[in-house]
C-alpha cells in the first residue's frame, strides 16, 4: 500500500486488501522532512524522523495520499536542564535571602537553620540531576523502560510529534499534528501515598488543621507571599531599564521619546507602588519584627486575623491558635506606608521635570495639558528644580537616582518580610513540604518540555495564518490533553500527578524574539510562580508577525485534560471500584474549555467570527461533550472525540497521552488518524479498518514500540484487549510482549 514520493524510494507495490501492507518509504534524514513541509527551521528541534507514506481509496473510487511521520525532539532533554538550572538559581536565592533576615530570637534562628540544612540538601540534589542530565549531549528520547530512573525523572517519557500529511484530491494538502508522550508523573518516587492531587489536598489540609505556637500564615497567604515576590522580582528590573531608557532619551534631547519613555516608567512604577499595598506585607512586617530578639506578642484587640483580610472568601475561619497576629509597642506602623508612598512621589518629581523640560524647550507640542500635574511636581520637588539651564540628563539623573533608592529600600524591606513568612511555611511542615515541591518539579517538568514542543511546532505550522496570529494574541492558544489512564492502583497516582502537572501549565507565557545566532532553541526565565519561554525565530520569520508580538506580548495557554480509560483496569475501576476522580477532572476541565470558548467567541474580529461560524459548530460540539461528560457511560471514548474535534477547530495543540505513549497511545492516535481520513477526506467506509490495522502494522507507532523496547510487539495480550472498546485492539500478530 503507498506509492513513490517524488523518486524517494523503491517500493514493493501492494493491494490495499493485502494482509500485509507494503513498508512504502523509510525517510530518515532531516533534510528530506524538511524539504517536505517547507519547515526546515524545525530541524532545530526535531530528531530522528521516521516516515511512512500509504495510498488509499476515496468514496469516489479516487486515491488519496497520506505521509505519517514520527519525530523525536532534543527539547525533552533542552527544556529539563533549562529548567532545572532555574530552580537552583532561585532556591540559592532564597537561601541567600533565609541568611539576610538579619538576627533573629533563638526560636526562630534554629528553624531558619533548620530549613537551610534541607534547603541546601535538595540544591545539592538538583545540581547532581543537572550534572547527570549535562552527560546525555546530543540526546533526545526517553524510553518508557527508564521511566523509573532517578537522574532521568525530571524528563519526559517517550516525546515524539506524530504527523499526518494528507494529500487528498477534494481538499487541499492538510497536516494533522499530535503530540505524544508518556504521562507526566513521579514514577522515580512512586504512587504509595497517591499523586500529587490527593498529596498537596492532604498537605494543605493539615496545614489548616495543626496549630502552631508562633506565627502562622494560611496557604491562601503562603501563596500570596509567593506571588508578591514573584511581581517584585519581575518589575524591579523593568524599571530601572525604563529609568535608563528615560535617562538616553534625555541625552538624546528627544521630546517625543522622552515622553514615550516616561509613559512606560510611570506605568510599571503604579504597578510596583501597587504590589505592596496588600495587608499581608504590612502583617508580614510586623511578624518579622516581632521576631527579632526582645519582640513582643500580643493579642490584638479584635479577633478577626489581618492576615486572613487578603485571603479568598472561601478561605475557612481563623482556627484557635492562629488568631494571633503579632504587635508591638515601639513599632511604627506607619513607616511602610511613608516607605513605599516616597517611590510615588520620586515618580511625580520626574513626571514634573519632564513636563518643565518639555515645555521649556518650545518644541511646538504644548503643555498637553500637563500644566495641573507640573504644579503638582513642583510643589513636591521644588528642592531639585532649581536648574534651569543645565542639560536634561543632568536635571534628571538626580531624580531618576532618587527613584532608585527609594525602590530599593521598599524591595529590601518587604522581601525581608515576606521572606520570613515563606520561611514559617517551611519549617513547619519539614521535609514534607520538600518533597511534594520536588514531585511537582520534576511533573511540571516532563508536561512544560512537551508543551513547549508543540507550541513550537504549532507556530512553524501556521506562521503564516493570520487568523491563528490574531487568536495567538488577542486570546491564547488552547493545549488539549488525551488521557487513557485507569482509576486503578497505581495509574490513579499518574493521573493525579498528571493533573497538576498540566493545570500547573496555566503559570507558563510565551515570548517570541527574532534570533541573533545560530542558537535558536527556547530559553526560560522567571520562578516557580510565573516563567516565560522565550522562542526564536529567523529574522525573515519574526518579521512576519503581528506588531504585538514583535513587541514582546506574552503569550499565554490555557490546557485542559480529558482522561477516559479504556483498559482491563478500568473495568475493575468501573465495576468495583471509584471512578470518581476521572469524572471530576473531566468535569473541571470542561468549564475550562467553555470559559476559553467564550472569551474566544468575544475577543476574535466579527468577521473572523461570522466565518468560523458557518464553518464550525462549535457550541453544539460543546453541549454533546457536556452530555457525555454527564452520562458517566463506561469507557466512553466519544468524551476523547469530541474533546480533539474541538481542539482542532480552535486551532489547539493536541497531545495523547497513556503511562508510556507507546500502546494504549499507538491505538489512540492511529484510530483519530483514520477517523480524520474519513471524516475529513473521504476515506471509503470499506477501507476504514484495513487502513486503520495497515497503520498499526507497519505505520510510525510500531517503531515508536521497537524503540522503546526492542520489540515489534504491542504491550497486550487477549485477556486484556477484551476489556478494549473494538476500535482500540490492534491486529493479530502485532501484540503479546509484557509492559514496560
Known amino acids: 500500500m503507498g506509492e513513490i514520493e517524488d523518486g524517494e524510494a523503491d517500493h514493493i507495490t501492494t493491494d490495499v486488501q493485502g494482509q500485509k501492507c507494503a513498508l512504502v518509504c523509510e525517510c530518515t534524514a532531516p533534510e528530506s522532512v524538511s524539504r517536505k513541509d517547507n519547515l526546515p527551521f524545525l530541524n532545530a528541534v526535531l530528531k530522528n524522523p521516521v516516515c511512512k507514506l500509504y495510498r488509499f481509496p476515496t468514496s469516489d473510487n479516487k486515491w488519496m495520499r497520506i505521509r505519517e511521520q514520527m519525530s523525536e525532539s532534543i527539547l525533552s532533554f533542552h527544556i529539563p536542564k533549562e529548567l532545572i538550572s532555574l530552580q537552583i538559581k532561585e532556591d540559592l536565592c532564597r537561601n541567600q535571602e533565609l541568611k539576610e533576615l538579619g538576627e533573629l530570637s533563638p526560636h526562630w534562628d534554629n528553624l531558619r537553620n533548620n530549613v537551610l540544612t534541607h534547603c541546601d540538601q535538595m540544591v545539592n540534589m538538583y545540581q547532581d540531576i543537572l550534572t547527570e542530565l549535562s552527560k546525555e549531549t546530543g540526546s533526545s528520547f526517553k524510553s518508557s523502560s527508564s521511566k523509573g530512573e532517578k537522574t532521568l525523572e525530571f524528563v519526559p517519557i517517550n516525546l515524539h510529534l506524530q504527523r499526518m500529511h494528507v494529500h487528498s484530491p477534494h481538499l487541499k494538502d492538510a497536516l494533522y499534528d499530535v503530540i505524544t508522550v508518556g504521562a507526566p508523573a513521579a514514577h522515580f518516587q512512586g504512587f504509595k501515598n497517591g499523586g500529587l492531587r490527593k498529596l498537596l489536598h492532604r498537605f494543605e489540609t493539615e496545614r489548616r488543621n495543626t496549630g502552631y505556637q508562633f ?14 515576590l514573584s511581581n517584585i522580582n519581575q518589575l524591579q528590573p523593568l524599571i530601572a531599564t525604563h529609568a535608563d531608557l528615560l535617562l538616553n532619551s534625555a541625552r538624546q534631547h528627544s521630546p517625543d521619546s522622552l515622553k514615550n519613555s516616561l509613559k512606560m516608567l510611570s506605568e510599571k512604577t503604579e504597578l510596583f507602588v501597587h504590589a505592596f499595598k496588600d495587608q499581608l506585607v504590612r502583617s508580614a512586617l510586623l511578624a518579622l519584627y516581632t521576631a527579632r530578639p526582645g519582640g513582643v506578642l500580643k493579642k490584638p484587640p479584635s479577633p478577626k486575623n489581618s492576615t486572613e483580610e487578603s485571603s479568598s472568601q472561601d478561605a475557612p475561619p481563623p482556627m484557635r491558635r492562629q488568631d494571633s497576629i503579632p504587635h508591638h509597642s515601639e513599632y511604627d506602623e506607619e513607616e511602610w506606608d511613608r516607605v513605599w508612598a516616597h517611590v510615588g512621589k520620586s515618580l511625580n518629581c520626574i513626571i514634573a521635570m519632564v513636563d518643565r523640560l518639555i515645555e521649556r524647550d518650545g518644541s511646538g507640542e504644548g503643555d498637553d495639558g500637563s500644566g495641573k500635574d507640573g504644579e503638582k511636581g513642583h510643589s513636591l520637588g521644588d528642592s531639585v528644580i532649581t536648574h534651569p539651564q543645565e542639560d536634561w540628563y543632568e536635571q534628571l539623573y538626580p531624580l531618576i537616582l532618587t527613584l532608585k533608592d527609594c525602590m530599593g529600600e521598599v524591595v529590601n524591606r518587604a522581601k525581608q518580610s515576606l521572606t520570613f513568612v515563606l520561611l514559617q511555611e517551611l519549617a513547619y511542615s519539614l521535609p514534607q513540604c520538600l518533597m511534594l515541591t520536588l514531585r511537582r518539579d520534576v511533573v511540571f517538568s516532563q508536561a512544560l518540555a512537551g508543551l513547549v514542543c508543540g507550541f513550537i511546532i504549532k507556530l512553524h505550522t501556521s506562521l503564516y495564518d493570520p487568523g491563528f496570529l490574531e487568536q495567538l494574541h488577542t486570546v491564547g492558544l488552547i493545549v488539549q490533553y488525551e488521557g487513557l489512564l485507569s482509576t486503578y492502583s497505581e495509574e490513579i497516582g499518574m493521573l493525579e500527578d498528571m493533573a497538576v502537572g ?12 527574532e534570533a541573533t545566532s545560530n542558537d535558536v532553541l527556547p530559553v526560560i526565565t522567571g520562578r516557580r510562580e510565573h516563567y516565560v519561554v522565550e522562542v526564536k525565530l529567523p529574522g525573515r520569520m519574526f518579521e512576519s508577525l503581528p506588531l504585538q508580538i514583535k513587541e514582546g506580548q506574552l503569550l499565554h495557554v490555557y490546557p485542559v485534560l480529558f482522561n477516559v480509560g479504556i483498559n482491563e483496569q478500568q473495568t475493575l475501576a468501573e465495576r468495583f471500584g471509584d471512578v470518581s476522580l476521572q469524572e471530576s477532572i473531566n468535569q473541571e476541565n470542561f468549564e475550562l474549555l467553555k470559559e476559553y470558548y467564550t472569551v474566544f467567541m468575544e475577543k476574535m474580529p466579527p468577521d473572523y467570527i461570522s466565518h468560523f461560524q458557518e464553518q464550525n459548530d462549535l457550541k453544539g460540539l460543546l453541549e454533546n461533550l457536556h452530555q457525555n461528560i454527564q452520562a458517566k457511560k463506561r469507557k466512553n471514548v466519544e468524551i476523547m472525540w469530541l474533546a480533539a474535534t474541538i481542539c482542532r477547530k480552535l486551532n489547539g495543540i493536541r497531545f495523547t497521552c497513556c503511562k508510556s505513549a507507546k500502546d494504549r497511545t499507538s491505538m489512540s492516535v492511529t484510530l483519530e ?3 480524520i481520513l474519513r ?3 473521504q476515506l471509503h467506509k470499506d477501507f476504514f479498518i484495513r487502513a486503520l490495522d495497515c497503520m498499526r502494522r507497519e505505520g510510525c507507532r510500531i517503531e515508536n514500540v521497537l524503540k522503546n523496547i526492542k ?8 485477556l486484556q484487549l477484551m476489556a478494549f472498546p473494538k476500535y482500540y485492539r490492534p491486529p493479530e500478530g502485532t501484540y503479546g510482549k509484557a509492559d514496560t
Open 502 to 513: 498540566i493545570s500547573d501549565l496555566k503559570k507558563v507565557a510565551f515570548k517570541i524574539t
Open 679 to 681: 471524516d475529513e477526506h
Open 673 to 675: 488518524q483514520c477517523s
Open 215 to 228: 506565627i502562622y500564615y494560611s496557604p491562601e497567604n503562603t501563596a500570596k507571599a509567593k506571588e508578591v
Open 711 to 718: 520489540c515489534r510487539k504491542y504491550a497486550f495480550n487477549m
